[in-house]
């Protein structure tokens, strides 16, 4: 650390200050990002523990160092000092609280870090942000802002004379929050095994059919196309529906039943590969299973939080994106398994051994999501 | 993935069966993931573990002298809230604490205590307004901060210092003049030896310029003021390529035990210069805090090839990028020369360097420019400072070497190597 020079004499030294201004630590910074989706409000704030002490004292003993047991003791006036000096409004003032206090590392020494969460009263007007944090004893400070109102991305440097922001709700264009619900339907379908496995458990059998107690590949790539078209169609049309109605809350099932089922669907299209009962009409399966999963994707999109003003939109561009995530699973699947599908290595090494791996890895979720257990969720 | 925990046994052994397609799915997951890995907030368990060391103790006397000066502030602003001057006592221990320690931190602190009179046309007010606006190089309003000053009190001295200072960073020797004639006539001889010395140094007239810093040393028997003119008598005695004089100054100020940022910054520059890193990294222990301290480090332990280098180079990239978040653009002196030494991009460099030489015109500030626009080969960029070495008839020879080899530098050709200097930072 720099020691403090022993005579400021700034009548000469002063040339030098200026010469070399700015030999610094750095100027205080708080880090605050805040993710706003209709009423809710979660966020984190990183402020330096330098910056607390100089504005409400953390240093109890006097001896120059912050412990974790002295800020753990004013915590509850940490988060009354920094909420006060921040105002969230959506229709009206938004209820903050201080979640969780962590503690961070940047740059420039230790952080205490807030995990913010809250309400506001509309889901749908305009936001404004007041900033008032460390301003009236420090006015170098700046509040470094990365805010995402309703999924869309605002960063800003809050300083004494910016401190106020106001920010329109879907000023984005409508095709922007278009996109994003259809990536946010893609990215669902890649990342949810159960959905995948049901549609790979579906599609694996489409390159082959079923002759005389054996099975034998298709004649032509027409044929599982059509077959895989039909399979994929039912489980669109029939998914579409209950998402439909569950995210427009017409009918709504208790998640743990829904997911159980989506577990049990796996098992039953993943056992009926190796003890065929329903060969010919699979899509009626894709259709019946589809409705289920369509509950499951509803989920997602309670979560994600549906735009009020573009809700049919956004419904739209999520089931799009949906089907264009399972579009790709097909364009990968398809070429690859009927290139395979007369060798033994697809017939009895995927077909029949990814039938079983998925049976077994589907049972392990039923009872899961059955008895409420956590075993290999991921 | 969230911890197991009750498990039934039965369930933990078809688990066990799964576990590799358990991770070959959750590989695909982490792969799929749109958020990397971040380092995650923490949650100590140990109360007594130090979080952070603050720069004093509040038993310390800076410490409580700092106390004291709040105090009277806070008193004087229920009984006399019009009177600045308790305000400005503190604002100006601030930012003597800021360029001591160098730590920008107490810029903000005193920015705020002067906010309140920020209507004031007190010159006591207006200087210290002045060197905070300096500070945050904002050269024009500070030059009219300490002009208002004069009007209200046309015997400070100081103000007419600051002044010279400014007009010299910008190259404006004319200007710089007129501040040092006014020392002159107002009997300030130490002032006026400091500030015509540098005139002469950087117009042109650098024998004259290094005599006259030597008139004002033996003028003064101040520490601090015998350090400054000492550091700039090695500056310019390094610049004159007689490095054997540079270092005896050099010598001289550090022998003063008083530490100053820029003097070592100065004398880190010159053992560079010199080939000598080795004593830039002993010089150095311990100054890692300033920014512009640890690029020397940085600079000298890239060149030992020491291991330390790395985490150093990596430092000075956190903190650079910090300062761009915030929009601050006071390193950019520094930032340049990091982007160009250390961290091989040169094309930012030159960027960068060109825009600090808009707002800083000073030796270092022309060196750097010249050296970016060698590397990228773009003659045009140097331009600025050929015209400037043209008017200022500054006679530093690496300058002068530099400026010749930055004009004949076309793309695709080689650029010259005007070699290392023997003398000069």
Redesign the interface.
């Known amino acids: 650390m720099m020691r403090l020079r022993g005579i400021l004499c700034f009548l000469l030294s002063l040339f030098a200050c200026a010469a070399m201004p700015a030999m610094a630590h750095k100027a205080s910074d708080s880090y605050l990002a805040l993710q706003v989706k209709g009423q809710e409000v979660t966020g984190q704030w990183d402020i330096a523990l330098r910056d607390i002490d100089f504005a409400i004292g953390l240093d109890a003993n006097g001896d120059g160092e912050i412990t974790w047991g002295e800020v753990k003791a004013r915590h509850a006036d940490i988060a009354a000092w920094a909420l006060g000096r921040l105002n969230l409004e959506r229709g009206g003032e938004c209820a903050l609280q201080v979640a969780e206090h962590r503690v961070d590392d940047h740059t420039d020494g230790a952080y205490a870090v807030l995990r913010l969460a809250g309400t506001c009263p509309s889901r749908t007007q305009a936001l404004a942000l007041n900033y008032r944090l460390l301003f009236d004893i420090d006015q170098l400070h700046r509040g470094l802002l990365r805010l995402e109102l309703d999924g869309v991305s605002h960063a800003s440097v809050l300083g004494p004379a910016s401190g106020v922001l106001n920010v329109k709700a879907g000023e984005t264009s409508r095709l922007a929050q278009f996109g994003q619900y259809l990536v946010e339907g893609t990215w669902h379908i890649w990342i949810g095994f159960d959905h995948i496995l049901f549609l790979l458990a579906l599609l694996l059998p489409a390159v082959l059919v079923h002759e005389s107690r054996r099975w034998t590949g298709v004649g032509s790539f027409r044929v599982a196309l059509v077959e895989v078209l039909w399979v994929v169609t039912a489980f669109t049309v029939a998914h579409s529906i209950t998402l439909s109605i569950a995210a427009l809350q017409i009918v709504e099932l208790p998640s743990r039943l829904v997911e159980s089922a989506i577990a049990a669907s796996v098992v039953l299209a993943a056992a009926n590969n190796l003890w065929p009962v329903v060969e010919r009409r699979r899509w009626l399966v894709a259709f019946g299973f589809g409705l289920i999963h369509g509950f499951g994707f509803a989920s997602v999109l309670t979560e994600l939080g549906l735009p009020r003003d573009a809700l049919v939109l956004s419904l739209v561009g999520f089931n799009l994106g949906v089907e264009i995530g399972q579009l790709a699973i097909v364009a990968c699947f398809l070429p690859v398994a009927y290139l395979l599908r007369n060798t033994p290595l697809y017939r009895k090494g995927i077909f029949v051994g990814g039938s079983i791996l998925t049976l077994l890895v589907a049972l392990v979720w039923l009872a899961e999501r059955v008895f409420d257990l956590k075993l290999i969720s991921a | ?2 911890e ?2 009750r ?2 046994p039965l ?2 052994q ?2 066990a ?3 590799p ?2 991770a070959v ?2 590989c695909i ?1 982490a792969f ?1 993931s ?1 958020f990397p890995l971040l ?6 368990t ?15 006397a ?1 410490a409580r002298e700092l106390a004291g000066l709040r105090a009277v502030v806070t008193r004087a602003a229920k009984e006399a809230p019009a009177d600045p001057l308790p305000a400005t006592q503190l604002a100006g221990r601030y930012y ?2 800021a ?7 107490y ?3 005193a ?2 205590v002067m ?1 309140p009179f920020a209507q004031s046309r007190n010159p006591a007010v207006l200087a210290v307004r002045g ?1 905070l606006r ?4 904002d050269f024009d309003g500070a030059l009219g901060d300490f002009a208002g000053a004069l009007e209200a009190d046309p015997q400070f ?2 103000a007419h ?2 002044r010279g ?2 007009y ?2 910008q190259a404006n020797y004319a200007a710089a003049r007129k501040e040092c004639d006014a020392l002159q006539a107002l009997g300030r001889p ?2 006026y030896g ?1 500030c015509i010395g ?1 005139v002469r140094a950087y117009g042109g007239q650098m024998e004259a310029g290094s005599a006259a810093l030597q008139r004002a040393l033996d003028e ?1 028997r ?4 015998r ?3 000492l ?2 008598l090695g500056e310019v005695a390094a610049w004159r390529g007689q490095p054997d004089k540079a270092e005896k100054h050099y010598r001289a100020a550090l022998a003063l ?7 070592l ?1 100065a004398w880190s520059d010159f053992l560079l210069d010199q080939q000598r890193p080795a004593e830039v990294v002993k010089w150095l222990a ?2 890692e ?5 640890l690029l020397r480090l940085a600079l000298a332990e890239t060149a030992l090839r020491q291991p330390a280098a790395k985490a150093h180079v990596q ?1 000075l990239a ?2 650079f990028a ?2 761009k ?4 653009t ?2 950019r002196a520094e930032e340049a020369r990091y982007l160009l030494h250390l961290a091989g991009d040169a094309t930012t460099a030159l960027a960068v360097a060109a825009a600090n030489y808009q707002v800083q015109r ?1 030796p270092r500030d022309a060196r750097v420019l010249l050296e970016a626009a060698i590397a990228t080969k773009d003659a045009a960029a140097a331009q600025p400072v050929r015209d400037w070495l043209q008017a200022s008839g500054f006679e530093g020879a690496h300058w002068r070497q530099l400026g010749s080899a930055s004009a004949q530098v076309r793309p695709g050709v080689p650029a010259p190597q005007p070699g290392i200097p023997k003398a000069s930072p």
Request: aromatic share 8%.
């Open positions: 993935m969230k197991s925990h498990i039934n369930f933990s078809v688990s069966v799964f576990r397609v358990v799915l959750a997951g799929l749109p380092a995650a907030p923490r949650l100590p140990d109360p007594a573990e130090v979080l952070e060391r603050l720069p004093m103790r509040p038993g310390d800076t003597g604490l360029i001591a320690r160098g730590d920008p931190r810029i903000g602190y920015d705020a906010a060197q300096q500070y945050r190089h001295a100081s210092a600051w200072a400014i010299l960073v130490t002032l400091g540098l003064t101040d520490a601090g003021n350090l400054w003119l550091t700039r035990g008083i530490d100053d940022g820029y003097l910054a311990g100054w805090a300033s920014d512009g301290l430092a956190d903190r910090a300062a978040v915030r929009g601050d006071t390193h000073e």
